[in-house]
Structure formats: structure tokens, C-alpha cells
């Protein structure tokens, strides 16, 4: 192991079978909340977190937001992991005996349709490697949970059924973060370039920010807005960018949003995921 990396949520979580399948060379270390694995890093140099922020069918994951830009940590990297749900039980548990399935309220969310085909009620639980534990542990066969492959092999429960998302693109994007960052990369390779700003308060500011992205070409993939400091007034927006900071013309657009902008804090320049070129 060359080190340790930290994520939300209890062994078998999908966070830990992506430190697993993404890191292997690094320890996973489980954390009860996203800021508690924000603070491990911080805690520990050297060492590395990674949280979900997106997924393809239920949206973004909101506390993120808040906290990238106040965590003292960079991004260094992301990846994307598909997401497969099962079906697990006690052992000698039956498909046609479960009354009830226990799973995060986004995983129950994922796998509705096939739940409800087979007449399964979805219980809410605090997340979905926790629901394979409690369910292990209660010992009912009329009880099973919608976790990962990994949450079934950790607490001995038995497959009952495999794939059954709903939608076959339901994929997860992880990012890797770092106390102290990484070098740039090289300009000529495919990066994203993520970071907050807050517009100033003035008509159509959001519009002139974005303008110069616009006309000097640069891809905005994502644009999300988010309320701070308890005012309705105040909106502060997280993007991301397929543009290097060396960039003349990513110069040029950051050069406008400045000027439109109260505050602009950057979390990190770090390698594209192939996963983009493919889309």
C-alpha cells in the first residue's frame, strides 16, 4: 500500500469499491460524512479522498458544493464508475419470499421500476453498504437490501438478483481529491478545469460572466448554482471547464468572468476521464 484514501459511508459502499477499483494500491478508510473524510485528509498529508458528486440518473450530490470550496483540499483527478445494483439476502433467503428492500433513498430511487415489478416495498436506510450490514444482522429472510457486489461479499448475504438498475447508463462521478494538489498537466492534453465564483450584483452578470467562454470557445460541461450564507440573494455557481489555465483563451474568458465576478476560487486543473471522449 502507498497509502490511504477516504470516503463516505461504511465498507461496501460504492465510494469503497471505487477507492478499490480506481486505487488499489491505496488502503480505502471508511468515514461517517463527507466533511469527516475532508478532514482525514487534511489530518493525514499524503493522503487522498473520493467523493461522488454526479450521478447520471439522480442528479448531483448537494453537500458536495458546499464543501469543495471551504475543505481546503484540490482535485486532483475524477473517474466514473457504473453503477450496479443487486439484490442481497440472508443466506437461503428466496427472490419470491422478500417483502421488503432496504437501500439509500438515491439507490432506491435507481432501481424503482424493477422493485416494483416484483411487488418489493423500498425501505430508506442511511446508505446502501449500511442496509446489507443491518439486513445481515436482523437474519430475516422476508428482508433484503440494494447494495453493491461488494456490501454482499462483506457481510455474507446472498445474491438474489444482479443488474437490476433501471437505466443501464446509471454511472457515478467521482472526484479524487488532495491537500496539496498535483502539478498542471501538460497543456496539450485533455484537462477539466473546475471552480467557484459569486457574480456581482448587477443586471444580467451571469450572462456577461459567461460570455467570454463563449467567444473564446471554451466548453462549459457543467454549470451548477447553489445558495450561501442563509440570503436568498446570493447565488454561488460551481463549474467545470475543458480548458487548461495556460490557455490564451482560457486566460481571455477567466480575465471576463473576473471582472463580473465578487470572488473566484479554484479547486483544481487535473486529466480528463476518457469517459468524456466517449459521449
Not at 444482522?137 to 453493491?148: L, P, Q
Request: hydrophobic share 40%; proline share 6%.
Amino acid at each position: 500500500m502507498t497509502g490511504q484514501i477516504h470516503y463516505q459511508g461504511e465498507p461496501g459502499a460504492f465510494s469503497h469499491l471505487a477507492c478499490s477499483r480506481f486505487f488499489p494500491d491505496h488502503q480505502p478508510m471508511p468515514c461517517q460524512s463527507f466533511a469527516a473524510a475532508f478532514a482525514a485528509v487534511r489530518a493525514n498529508k499524503g493522503d487522498l479522498a473520493m467523493i461522488p458528486v454526479d450521478n447520471s440518473v439522480a442528479g448531483r450530490v448537494s453537500d458536495i458544493y458546499h464543501l469543495l470550496p471551504e475543505g481546503g483540499l484540490k482535485i486532483i483527478g475524477e473517474h466514473y464508475l457504473p453503477v450496479h445494483h443487486n439484490l442481497w439476502g440472508v443466506p437461503g433467503a428466496k427472490l419470491a419470499e422478500i417483502k421488503i428492500a432496504r437501500s439509500h433513498p438515491m439507490a432506491l430511487g435507481q432501481v424503482r421500476k424493477r422493485l416494483a415489478g416484483w411487488d418489493i416495498t423500498p425501505k430508506t436506510d442511511t446508505d446502501t453498504a449500511g442496509a446489507a450490514r443491518r439486513v445481515a444482522e436482523r437474519g430475516d429472510k422476508t428482508i433484503a437490501s440494494v447494495s453493491s457486489a461488494l456490501a454482499g461479499e462483506i457481510y455474507g448475504l446472498d445474491l438474489l438478483a444482479e443488474n437490476i438498475e433501471d437505466a443501464a447508463h446509471n454511472t457515478t462521478r467521482f472526484l479524487v481529491l488532495s491537500e496539496n494538489g498535483s502539478e498542471l498537466p501538460a497543456p496539450d492534453t485533455p484537462v477539466v478545469t473546475s471552480f467557484v465564483f459569486r457574480v456581482r450584483s448587477v443586471p444580467s452578470a451571469l450572462y456577461k460572466a459567461l460570455g467570454g467562454f463563449a467567444t473564446n470557445g471554451i466548453n462549459i460541461t457543467k454549470l451548477e448554482s447553489y445558495m450561501v450564507g442563509g440570503s436568498f440573494q446570493a447565488a454561488q455557481f460551481y463549474m467545470d471547464v475543458e480548458a487548461h489555465p495556460d490557455n490564451d483563451n482560457m486566460k481571455h474568458a477567466m480575465e471576463e468572468l473576473g471582472f463580473f465576478s465578487e470572488e473566484i476560487i479554484t479547486l483544481g486543473t487535473y486529466p480528463a476521464d476518457a469517459v468524456r471522449g466517449m459521449s
